[in-house]
């Protein structure tokens, strides 16, 4: 896909975008088939609905569907799961400076963290060319293989010294506190509120990654500190929310100012799993893990169904009843492009905790974001202006092409500042220049000059211009047939 120029990506985006949500169903356990559990979820043919068949008394059999944007069956692999969720589509858009949030959600051993961080996750062995070298590696170790290729590309063709730089950062929420996965040795990081940032995480680690093993090595560390526990349920169980976070800062030059700054961001989300006792039958500091897990999912659930409502804002979404949903609160409702992973499994023993979910995410499909580049209020004014200047320019060539007049360009090499012009009078002996600078000012090419006629026609409009501020926009209407802004 080629890249959007920085200009042409600010035109292009900033609306707003429903978070897009997927079902990936995943094969029935070994466990699951020795219990003798049927298949009750299936994906249908069309690629985005979920069937659910339920048994109610005797032979009686209740069919529902969910409609996504996509439905993945047991058989979908790794890599169609990367291609199929378009997640080459918002990695380019952090490229471009813009937050995307991944997240993933289901009932514990539904397959949240296969699908984000895959098989024997932390064991990687990626090169700098980005190469993928394991088909069960997660979303997470494809995402940055491919932005590391991706960001090779770019500056490969680009002639300024350093253009994207990458850091990153791993936390989990443990039991309504915030753990750096990679500085286990620090005590809980605090939670912090700025108007710049919204909630944030004060005092995280960032590591620099320069290349593909870097932020490999953040990955191996971060899963290794991860609280993992062992349940009826999943032997690997995740007791915690983990956030797994990118920074790609880019820079990027317009004519000789200096250099603007993009920040683009890459969460990862993997949620803790909702689990019921009675079937994991987690007793001990277990049971108060699921007592804090479950009454975060609670709480999630409750701002996912208050926007799904379109309510918005802090106040009305009761985003700070958890330290999750403080953290979430940018991917849900807030300006960073979002993707859902709704992970299900297909036993028919699953069938309370699986309908749950698929409600779940059908509130979340409603979710409206307004996704925006990320950069300093400074930058987005030069860019502004930056864009004005083209804007104009193209509008000014336009209006001189409708008077037949030569293009700007053109009178940059060869003009003679007419006398009529204020500059020119100060200065009395006619220029010859080559500026750019200067060419604005004349508003003539050389082969007009001379023609007494245009001459008077436009000495005309320099007045009307002059007397009359309006008057430009007026011209503009009646040149254009329709009302444009001019400023
Ligand atoms: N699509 C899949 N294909 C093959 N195996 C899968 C798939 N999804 C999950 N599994 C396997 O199912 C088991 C449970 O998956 P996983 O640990 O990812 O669940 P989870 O949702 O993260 O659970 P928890 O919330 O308890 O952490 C693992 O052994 C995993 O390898």
New binding site residues.
């Given amino acids: 896909m080629a890249a959007a120029s920085p200009e042409e990506s600010i035109m292009s985006k900033e609306k707003e975008a429903n978070i897009n949500v997927y079902v990936?169903i995943?094969?029935l356990?070994r466990e699951e088939i020795i219990a003798g559990d049927k298949c009750a979820v299936t994906a249908l043919k069309d690629g985005k609905t979920a069937q659910v068949v339920e048994e109610g008394g005797g032979y009686k059999l209740t069919t529902r569907t969910f409609k996504f944007d996509g439905c993945l069956g047991?058989t979908?692999d790794q890599d169609q799961v990367m291609e199929r969720l378009k997640v080459v589509k918002m990695l380019d858009s952090v490229l471009e400076g813009y937050s995307s949030t991944i997240m993933?959600c289901?009932?514990?051993?539904?397959?949240?963290?296969?699908?984000m961080s895959g098989?024997d996750e932390g064991v990687h062995k990626g090169n700098n060319l980005g190469k993928m070298e394991r088909k069960e590696d997660g979303l997470i170790a494809r995402s940055v293989s491919y932005l590391f290729e991706s960001i090779n590309k770019r500056t490969s063709n680009s002639d300024q010294e350093k253009i994207y730089t990458m850091r990153a950062s791993y936390y989990e929420v443990y039991n309504e506190q915030v753990n750096d996965l990679l500085r286990l040795d620090a005590p809980p990081r605090d939670v912090k509120w700025s108007s710049k940032d919204g909630f944030y995480v004060d005092n995280l680690l960032l590591v620099d990654c320069e290349t593909l093993d870097d932020v490999f090595a953040v990955l191996e560390e971060g899963s290794r500190n991860r609280k993992v526990g062992s349940h009826e349920?999943?032997k690997?169980?995740?007791r915690s929310h983990c956030i797994m976070t990118l920074h790609v800062d880019s820079n990027f030059w317009i004519g000789d100012c200096a250099p603007i700054t993009r920040y683009g961001r890459m969460l990862f989300v993997?949620l803790?799993?909702s689990?019921r006792l009675k079937k994991s039958k987690s007793s001990g500091e277990m049971l108060r893990e699921t007592g804090n897990i479950n009454r975060s999912l609670f709480t999630l659930g409750k701002v996912i169904s208050a926007l799904s409502e379109g309510k918005r804002g802090d106040g009305m979404v009761p985003y700070r009843e958890s330290l999750l949903t403080k953290l979430m609160m940018e991917s849900l409702g807030g300006n960073s492009l979002a993707l859902m992973i709704a992970?299900v499994s297909p036993s028919s023993s699953a069938l309370d905790e699986t309908l749950s979910t698929l409600h779940y995410g059908t509130c979340a499909k409603h979710i409206i974001n307004a996704p925006s580049v990320n950069m300093d209020a400074r930058d987005k004014v030069v860019l502004e202006l930056e864009l004005e200047i083209v804007r104009l320019k193209k509008e000014n060539s336009l209006l001189r092409s409708k008077l037949g007049l030569a293009d700007e360009e053109e009178i940059a090499t060869t003009v003679t500042i007419p006398p009529y012009c204020a500059s020119a009078k100060r200065n009395k002996s006619p220029r010859k220049t080559s500026t750019e600078s200067n060419c604005k000012t004349s508003g003539l090419a050389k082969a007009d000059l001379g023609n007494p006629s245009l001459e008077k026609q436009l000495k005309g409009l320099e007045k009307l211009f002059a007397k009359d501020g309006n008057f430009y926009q007026r011209f503009a209407t009646f040149i254009f047939g329709g009302k444009r802004r001019l400023r």
Avoid: F, V, W
């Fill in positions: 990936r995943r094969p356990s047991p979908a993933a289901g009932q514990t051993g539904s397959g949240k963290t296969y699908t098989r349920m999943n690997d169980s995740s993997d803790a799993g689990e992970c």
